[in-house]
């Protein structure tokens, strides 16, 4: 078995980090490395916008319509 971690379980490899960056300044790119879900995603843009769970759901939604997780 390899040790090596394989970048599948981050929804944030590569590009799809770098556009989230760019979309929420206020999440850390240590934030992202983080992020393994879009639920946690939600719960991440809530906390760091203080925005009604509704509203950061919704964000997120619509920022990841053309992308593939």
Same mark, same amino acid.
């Given at each position: 078995?390899?040790?090596?971690?394989?970048? #599948?379980?981050?929804?944030?490899?590569?590009?799809?980090? =770098?556009?989230?960056?760019?979309?929420? #300044?206020?999440?850390?790119?240590? #934030?992202?490395? $983080?992020?393994?879900?879009?639920?946690?995603?939600?719960?991440?843009? $809530? $906390?760091?916008? *203080?925005?009604?769970? $509704? *509203?950061?759901?919704?964000?997120?939604?619509?920022?990841?319509?053309? =992308?593939?997780?």
């Amino acid at each position: 078995m390899s040790n090596i971690k394989n970048n #599948d379980d981050n929804i944030f490899a590569g590009r799809h980090m =770098r556009d989230a960056q760019a979309k929420w #300044d206020r999440l850390s790119m240590s #934030d992202l490395a $983080e992020i393994k879900t879009k639920a946690q995603l939600i719960a991440r843009v $809530e $906390e760091r916008y *203080v925005l009604p769970h $509704e *509203v950061a759901a919704q964000d997120v939604e619509i920022w990841g319509l053309n =992308r593939r997780f």
